[in-house]
Structures are given as C-alpha cells and as structure tokens.
C-alpha cells in the first residue's frame, strides 16, 4: 500500500519474512522457518497476545491478520451498565435457579440497601463502583437511618460480591472486571444464640396456648425449621415406621433443597396422633395454615405471661440439637436429622455447658472410666 506511515492501514518493514500491520491493534506479522507457519505478535486495546495465523504464504497472513482483527473493528461499543440493570439482571437470574421466594427477598433487600448506599454516593453507573466504594457499605449499611447489626450488613456484603461476580462473567459483558475480589468482608464474632433448657420446653409446652402446643413439641423434638413445619403435608408422616419425611415440593423446597428423613420422638408421636387429618399437618387458631409470623409474635406473648425468658422459634432448633448430643446420639446421626450441611455448622447450635453440668458430666465419666 502506499501513502504516508500515519494512513496506511498496513505498514511494512523491508525484512520480506516479517512486517508490521496497524489495525485496530499493532500487529508485527513474522515468519518461523522451524515451522514454515507465519504468526503475529499484537497489542493494544489493553492486551498483548501472539498466536499462530495457520498459514505459510504472506499474502494469506496479511488476510487472516484482517480477520483477526475483524471482531475489534465491527463490533459496536455497549453502553455502561447502569447498576440498576445490574441488578434487575441478577434478580432474575435468582429466580431462573429456583431459589426459594425468602432467599430472593434477602438478596432483594440487600441490593436496595446498596442501592440506597450508591445513592448517597452518587453514583449510578456499575463500573463507577471501585474497590474504595464497596469498603464503605458496611459502615453505611449499620450506622444513620440504617441501623443493621453486624450479621446483618455481612449477610448484605455476601449478596453485593455475589452480584459483583456474575455481573462480571464475559459473557454476560455487565463489568469489565470484579471490584469485589479484594473486598474483605469478615464475618463479625457474635456470641452464641440462646438455646432453651429442658424446664422450659416443658413449660411452654403445656403452657402456650393451645394450638401452638403442638408445633412448639415437633420443634423442640424434631429439629424442624418453622416453614418446614408449615409446609408439612400427612402424606410426608408415616406413622407405622415412625418417621417424617421433609421433601422437596413443586411449590416449596426445603434449606438446602434435599429430602431428609427425621425419625419420630415418641412426645412427636403422641401429638400427631391427636392432629386433624388434612393436606397440612398442622393448623392455626382459625384452621388455616401456620406462618412463622404468627407462631412467633404468640410464642413471645406467651413467654411473656409465663415469666419466661425471651426466645425465638429458631432456639427450638438449637434445643434439639444439644439434647440429642447430649444424650449420646452421634453427631452424624443429629445433623442428618436436622439437615445441616456440615457437621461444623451443627456445632454452632450446640448450647454452651453450664458449671453444675460440666461437673455432672466429669463425675460421669469417671464413673464409667472405674467400672470398665
């Protein structure tokens, strides 16, 4: 080609096995002997490369160059991803996996929170959210009108690097990049969560009033979570065998979206034995269906009037855990039942021990240590 080096589109050296080609990138186009192929060496547009072009004649390395470089030179620029797109986007994305309604509403109230955060920067396009940014959010998310605890702003902090990685997948051309990845989000250290003792189990259960008499015995003696209890059908309980099957639904699935199999306590037994045949085990005040919102504000009106401390639904769940363990069933054998994932997520439910049965406890020990 001819003309000035500053118009030429191909630029060429005097080497005959070698020169230059200026497209969309710099390319230096070469010949190796040891192959017999020709290859380029490129930069620009922020990236280096050199590859094979497959060919052995020059006039086919100066095509496959210009193909090479096709891609860079026809296809249009996208506009910046606004971070509201980005996270409509992830949203849906969500809820095409199936995640559970609950799980979406977390990831929904985390990303407005974020939202509110961004605003208060000023800031709405997804690629203005730098590392410095996203170290804020915490301190944002659990001070002025905010007001969230610790976990709570961790738990939000998860979901916004969740967001930040799929926004940045190639494919999906959201992000350049992840600014997450060097975002460090500890987890805070908070103490254990109460856990109720057997004396008040025993209270509330004959205490409480009486439709919830039923439900706080099954949690207490099963390990359920509320909304599996709530969404307990008779077809899952088998009575013969004595046992509960928690299973995946059309409409509902489980924490961790796997059946489980809970044996029956015989207290369990007793109760369901004297529950109205239905599609749902489990009733409330007016027949309908249980919700957690109910079950919960009752259980505390409850706790209230019978001078017992305060404690959530959740506390049941810790309750079972520790009087099984207790009791001597294996640790395996507890967090199959109470479908944990891991044995070290059990553990965080276990109560603390207190003095009088750490003693108990020793002098057993020694007891069975002497006679064996």
């Known amino acids: ?22 497209l969309g990138k710099r390319y230096r186009v070469y010949f190796n002997p040891q192959t017999g192929f020709w290859y380029t060496a490129f930069d620009g547009g922020g990236g280096r490369g050199r590859i094979s072009l497959g060919v052995k004649t020059r006039p086919e390395a100066e095509v496959a160059v210009m193909r090479l470089d096709a891609p860079r030179r026809t296809e249009p620029e996208r506009p910046p991803t606004r971070w509201g797109e980005l ?65 709570t702003a961790y738990t939000d902090a998860l979901v916004i690097k969740g967001a930040m990685k799929w926004a940045s997948k190639p494919a999906r051309k959201l992000l350049m990049g992840n600014p997450a990845l060097d975002w460090e989000t500890p987890e805070p250290v908070k103490p254990k969560r109460r856990a109720y003792k057997a004396e008040e189990v025993a209270s509330l259960e004959s205490g409480v009033r009486r439709w919830l008499r039923p439900i706080i015995t099954t949690l207490a003696w099963t390990g359920m979570r509320i909304d599996e209890l709530s969404n307990l059908r008779w077809k899952d309980i088998d009575i013969d065998q004595r046992v509960i099957r928690i299973s995946v639904q059309e409409e509902w699935k489980p924490k961790g979206r796997r059946d489980r199999t809970v044996p029956m306590h ?8 004297l529950q109205p045949i239905g599609k749902y085990v489990f009733r409330g005040p007016r027949g309908g269906r249980i919700t957690e919102t109910r079950c919960l504000a009752c259980l505390k009106a409850d706790q209230r009037k019978l ?10 769940r810790r309750f079972f855990a520790t009087t099984m363990m207790q009791a001597g069933v294996s640790a395996e054998n507890v967090r199959q039942w109470g479908g944990w994932k891991s044995l070290e997520t059990m553990l965080r439910y276990l109560a603390d021990v207190d003095v009088k049965d750490s003693v108990a406890a020793m002098q057993q020990a020694a007891k069975r240590l002497t006679a064996s």
Do not use: C, W
């Open 87 to 151: 996270q409509t986007g992830f949203i849906a994305h969500k809820v095409s996996t199936g995640r559970a309604k609950k799980t979406i509403s977390r990831y929904t109230a985390a990303l407005d929170a974020f939202t509110r955060y961004l605003a208060s920067k000023k800031i709405e396009r997804a690629d203005e959210i730098a590392l410095s940014v996203l170290e804020g959010f915490v301190g944002f998310r659990t001070s002025g009108d905010e007001d969230a605890d610790e976990k």
């Open 1 to 22: 080609m001819k003309g000035g080096a500053e118009n030429r589109t191909i630029s060429q050296v005097n080497t005959p096995k070698s020169f230059m080609m200026v």
């Open 307 to 316: 001078n017992l401390q305060d404690g959530d639904l959740h506390g049941f």
């Open 266 to 273: 015989p207290t369990v037994e007793a109760v369901l034995r």
